[in-house]
């Protein structure tokens, strides 16, 4: 049925592979950016076929594995090649591919000159086919595979100017903070691996037979330890409190690496990990709590630093913890599809806007390098009044910004709502449903506030550098704006295919097909959620989620208003904010100085362990045992050379020796 | 007067083997009307007929066919070892070219001999009787000697041939009393016949007649493996022989040692397995560490790989004490493994050498990194797989034999090896020390890259690399194979 779906990782590969090594000889940018953009092409191609194949199945059957090949046996365990098609994958490898393909088309043009453009495109592709294994591996390894290749492709284009210091520390810090997430993810493996088949026989690391088995589960216990493992993988990867600080470092990349990998595919994997194992993590209350809180403190926490940012892609990237956070919090409050919806939502509104930024960036770097002038090109403060310099970068930015500021009729207003609408109505967390609810509210408007802000202090207003820089301002090469409107098209319209069932109703009873399409994949989460819910499933009236419905789009509207207010009504405003509460302003503007605490608390006492074991313990006691074992066998090594004398006679009077000795001992034992 | 009945004779077991004997013996004859420049077609079409004689062995995977009276079968464990042994001579043959031209000794009867240790090996592989094995075992070593002493010129090499005639001319005496006095004991040379007897007694190990048989063969088989402490003619004629020979002798011999051993213990001395596990555990010990402990001090690269070869024995007897399938089909995927990986780093010694290889030591391959990047990247797997490291062939082949040996409840035994696996790190990293970290001394001007060589080598990296990242394809069949014997 779907044999080919092989093919999927298949090409990005073949792609890396002839980038990747003959890249340095084919030169020709067009050639090489055409390569990686084809091979992901026919990804999206197969792509689709496959999601069209399984629409065409009745819903209880949408469930393959493909396997390719055993990778490798051993006693009881069991690990194939092999690919899981879903709903759930299926949404995703559309994601990815569609996406993806769209960045890469864009690339073209941005990394346009670059040194090592051949580099870039096959860590790209590597990239797309490691990010691919992710989320079709149909089990635990695979998808770990996945899960570290996705993170070296981070730390290598996160890196990709290594000649700059911060670019190449960026790229470290990013790579350590995962690590600290993949033991997590590790020791949850392990641990689930290891309980299901010591306690019920069931020795599989495949996720469909785990979710067969999965009524085996104790509820909490145990399976509160595994999910609690798991999560902790998913915050380093999808940068959640407390591994998120290397994503706005992160941004030292490329800008379409930070759209594709710190926006749309990469960081979503956390949210797709938890979705794929939903199963597990509805037998633990208490980690869905720890993730629902997580969600919601990390969405409120980012959102209130991108608040004070000057730099354009660092908002954004606080933009998409804060997002990410949304995705957790939903996730969290057991609402998977509406976590997912979120997922792809954003991937659109948020690709768009990074790829904006790039394109306002490229723009700005272009002009102030004509003058001469070193002023940062990413600094919002220098930009301003662009809007009429590149209408259509503008227009789609605004489509976007409307998208995640969750304005009704856009996307990010379905799946944001959606979400809200959960965290509060959910049956898992009792009382504690109302304090999320506030959070995700607050963090919407506080959303709403940023980005308009961005969108204000870059399009609006005067062109705040120099009048000569200015006229060198220009709108980006088609092959940088089509992806764009690709992308703002997505975010007006992506939505429509998961209208809440309040809407719906309304207008004559739509049903919400994407929430319908991924039930096959949730639905025995949710029968053991109504069963075992622990607070009753309660039953709100329409009235209240209208109510919420409204005031969350009112506390929108709010922050877009006060963003107005501030920065183009009253320019001044702002300065005088900071002049006032100065303390208050270098908390926020500083990350609450997140990063220096950790400083302090791990890596500087990590640093004074390391020197401690490398001097005293690692110089003395290690590297003396070592180099005293390797004497002794060296010494032995000596010997038996000395017996290795050359002559025949020697060696036979060896073997001779040998076989009395067998005999000898055998026969008179 | 009793009529001798003469059995009715099935030739499909022996047809790969009969096809190779009439090749080699044509290209003998022909090889006089070839001139002397010209000696390289008879590789040439010895290669294909490498291929063509696969294909036969293929072509008759899954059957189990008996023949002459029981002397010699076609069963899948067979075809296995016949496609390793044909594998290492075709590579064998490829990178024999340009040495011999380099070498001036590029004498046409180095491929039909070739073809003849071939014949011998599959011999070994498919004999099930003892007879059968032996006429094998002779056939091989006989061409064996010659072909370690093939580069007349070179006094190295004709120490190397005499040498290793002499040696193995005293393990051949005590592989044959084995033998003899097995018969002794049970009145049968024919594989299940002894097995019949074996099952019949009570307490097998208690007929001193058949234990010393068997104990005896033993012997014999551990010097063709290179086993400590029948190993000492290793280093010797590995240095000495023309460096493709050895890259050839190094895992064909080697693997038909191991087929027939196999055969014959699992087969005729299964009810006696805890006496030879016993056995095998201290040999296996014995060889991993002398031949690792020796590597460490050679400077000397053929002689290194040689020691090396004889850890890598080790690793299989590992295999071998276990006796258990993973353990046994570790073997024999380890010898395929070991196979691509080793007769790959012999090539690239090979094109790394100047004429009567002045240059053998691990110092001249300092900054070969810089200077070839390809070939040094191809070395480097080659040794990466040696030393057991992932994803390469040389790791799945270790994790499976030790696996064996853990589930036969051998843990020290596995501890020891992946102790020694781990110290013989140490002399294949050096090697990549020089390529990599140390400046160029020489300027590899004289290397040259013909296509029958470049053509070993893909093959070697390709297997070195599927077999590490895809290992069932070819376990699978390991496992099916020793199932049947």
Redesign the interface.
Request: glycine share 8%; hydrophobic share 55%.
């Given at each position: 049925m779907f044999d080919n779906v092989w093919l999927i990782p298949l090409f990005p590969l073949l792609g890396f592979l002839i980038n990747g090594l003959l890249g340095k000889k084919i030169k020709n940018e067009t050639v090489i950016g055409g390569i990686g953009a084809f091979a992901v092409l026919c990804s999206f191609a197969v792509s689709c076929m496959t999601i069209l194949k399984l629409l065409s199945l009745p819903g209880e059957e949408r469930l393959a594995n493909v396997k390719v090949?055993?990778?490798?046996?051993?006693?009881n365990f069991n690990a194939d090649?092999a690919f899981l098609i879903d709903p759930l994958s299926c949404v995703m490898i559309m994601i990815v591919t569609g996406v993806g393909f769209l960045i890469h088309i864009y690339s073209i043009g941005y990394m346009h000159g670059e040194e090592g453009f051949y580099r870039f495109f096959a860590y790209l592709n590597l990239f797309m086919f490691s990010m691919l294994l992710l989320v079709l591996g149909n089990n635990l390894l695979l998808m770990f595979v996945g899960w570290e290749g996705v993170g070296l492709c981070s730390y290598l284009l996160i890196g990709y100017y290594f000649h700059k210091k911060s670019a190449g520390d960026a790229g470290k810090k990013a790579f350590v903070m995962n690590r600290v997430g993949d033991f997590g993810f590790l020791l949850g493996a392990f641990t689930l691996y290891w309980f299901m088949g010591h306690n019920f026989n069931v020795w599989t690391i495949q996720f469909t037979e785990l979710g067969k088995n999965a009524h085996l589960l104790p509820t909490g216990g145990v399976v509160t330890v595994i999910t609690l493992c798991f999560f902790l993988g998913a915050t380093g990867k999808s940068a959640q409190i407390p591994l998120y600080t290397w994503l706005p470092d992160a941004m030292e990349g490329p800008t379409p690496v930070s759209a594709l990998i710190h926006a749309a595919t990469m960081v979503t994997a956390g949210v797709y990990m938890i979705g794929r194992m939903n199963f597990l993590f509805i037998r633990s209350p208490e980690t869905l709590m720890v993730i629902a809180v997580i969600g919601a403190c990390t969405a409120l926490f980012a959102a209130t630093i991108g608040t004070a940012q000057n730099d354009i892609k660092r908002v954004l990237a606080y933009s998409t913890v804060s997002q990410l956070g949304y995705m957790f919090l939903a996730m969290g409050s057991g609402a998977f599809a509406a976590g997912i919806f979120h997922l792809m939502t954003h991937a659109f509104f948020k690709a768009c806007l990074f790829l904006g930024s790039g394109a306002v960036i490229h723009s700005m770097h272009h002009a102030l390098h004509h003058v001469h002038s070193h002023d940062d090109a990413q600094d919002m403060r220098n930009m301003g009044g662009l809007k009429s310099k590149m209408p259509l970068t503008f227009l789609t930015f605004l489509l976007a910004t409307i998208a995640i500021a969750g304005i009704p009729g856009f996307s990010g207003f379905f799946s944001k709502d959606e979400i809200l609408w959960q965290a509060f109505a959910n049956p898992h967390h009792g009382q504690l449903n109302y304090l999320l609810w506030g959070m995700g509210a607050v963090a919407a408007g506080l959303t709403a506030f940023y980005m308009f802000r961005l969108v204000f202090m870059t399009f609006f207003g005067e062109c705040r550098i120099t009048p000569k820089a200015k006229d060198h301002l220009h709108e980006s090469p088609m092959v940088i704006v089509i992806p764009l409107i690709v992308l703002a098209g997505l975010s007006v319209v992506g939505g429509y295919i998961g209208i809440p069932k309040l809407l719906g109703d309304l207008f004559g009873g739509i049903p919400n097909y994407f929430e319908h399409y991924l039930e096959p994949v949730f639905r025995l989460s949710e029968e053991y959620m109504a069963e075992h819910a622990a607070h009753g499933v309660a039953h709100h009236s329409v009235a209240l989620e209208w109510g919420l419905m409204g005031t969350s789009v009112v506390i929108a509207l709010i922050g877009i208003g006060i963003a107005f207010a501030l920065y183009v009504v009253n320019t001044s405003i702002p300065a005088k904010f900071t002049a006032t509460f100065p303390a208050l302003h270098r908390a926020v503007y500083n990350k609450w100085y997140i990063d220096e605490l950790y400083d302090y608390v791990f890596v500087n006492p990590c640093k004074a362990l390391g020197r401690f074991l490398w001097k005293g313990f690692d110089v003395v006691v290690v590297d003396g045992v070592v180099n005293g074992v390797a004497k002794v066998?060296?010494s032995?090594?000596?010997i038996?050379?000395y017996?290795?004398s050359?002559f025949?006679y020697?060696?036979?009077w060896?073997?001779a020796?040998?076989?009395v000795v067998?005999?000898g001992y055998?026969?008179f034992k | 007067m009793d009529m001798i009945t003469i059995p009715a004779v099935n030739m499909t077991p022996i047809m790969p083997e009969i096809f190779l004997s009439v090749l080699a013996m044509a290209l003998l004859l022909i090889n006089v009307f070839v001139p002397s420049g010209q000696k390289s077609y008879i590789g040439y079409i010895s290669f294909i007929g490498v291929i063509a004689a696969a294909v036969l062995v293929g072509t008759g995977w899954g059957m189990h066919v008996e023949s002459f009276n029981g002397a010699v079968v076609q069963d899948n464990f067979a075809s296995f070892f016949k496609m390793i042994f044909l594998l290492a001579a075709g590579l064998a043959i490829l990178i024999s070219d340009q040495y011999m031209v380099r070498e001036e000794c590029n004498h046409g009867e180095l491929y039909p001999l070739i073809l003849f240790t071939v014949v011998g090996m599959m011999l070994m592989a498919a004999g099930t009787d003892l007879m059968t094995i032996f006429l094998g075992l002779e056939v091989m070593s006989v061409s064996l000697y010659v072909l370690a002493g093939f580069n007349r010129e070179n006094r190295k090499s004709n120490e190397a041939g005499l040498?290793y005639f002499?040696?193995g001319a005293?393990?051949t005496g005590?592989l044959l009393y084995g033998m003899a006095l097995t018969y002794g004991a049970t009145g049968s040379t024919r594989i299940a016949d002894i097995a019949t007897f074996a099952a019949q007694q009570s307490l097998p190990?208690s007929n001193?007649m058949l234990?010393?048989g068997m104990?005896?063969m033993?012997?014999g088989f551990?010097?063709k493996v290179a086993a400590a402490?029948?190993h000492?003619?290793t280093?010797?004629v590995y240095e000495g022989a023309p460096t493709p020979m050895t890259a050839f002798m190094s895992a064909g011999p080697k693997a038909a040692g191991f087929a027939a051993a196999l055969r014959i213990l699992l087969v005729s001395f299964s009810t006696m397995q805890a006496?030879w596990s016993q056995?095998f555990w201290v040999l296996a010990v014995l060889t991993m560490t002398?031949g690792n402990?020796?590597a460490?001090?050679q400077d000397n690269i053929k002689r290194m790989l040689a020691y090396s070869s004889i850890a890598h024995a080790g690793y299989c007897l590992v295999g071998f004490t276990a006796g258990n399938p993973t353990g046994t089909a570790g073997i024999m995927f380890y010898m395929l493994s070991y196979t691509f990986m080793n007769i790959g780093a012999f090539a690239i010694i090979v094109l790394v050498g100047k004429k009567g290889e002045p240059n053998g030591n691990v110092m001249d391959f300092a900054g070969f990194g810089f200077k070839h990047p390809a070939l040094a990247v191809a070395m480097s797997i080659f040794l990466f797989s040696l030393a057991g490291m992932p994803p390469t062939a040389g790791f799945?082949g270790k994790?499976?034999l030790f696996?064996g040996a853990i589930?036969k409840g051998y843990i020290w035994l596995a501890v020891i090896g992946v102790l020694n696996s781990a110290?013989s790190v140490y002399y294949y990293l050096r090697v990549m020390v020089y390529m990599y970290m140390k400046e160029p001394t020489e300027e590899f001007d004289w290397l040259q890259v013909s296509a029958p060589i470049a053509l070993s080598l893909l093959i070697s990296v390709t297997g070195t690399l599927v077999l590490g990242v895809?290992?069932?394809?070819v376990l699978?069949y390991a496992q099916e194979a020793i199932k049947l014997i």
């Open positions: 090949f055993t990778w490798m046996t051993c006693g090649i066998v060296m032995f090594g000596g038996i050379r017996m290795q050359g025949v020697d060696y036979s060896s073997m020796f040998g076989v067998i005999l055998y026969l | 040498k002499l040696l005293f393990s005590f190990s001193v234990l010393a104990l005896l033993i012997t551990a010097f402490p029948f000492m003619w280093p010797d006496d056995l002398v402990i020796t460490l001090r799945i994790f499976y696996s589930q110290a895809v290992p069932s394809i699978q």
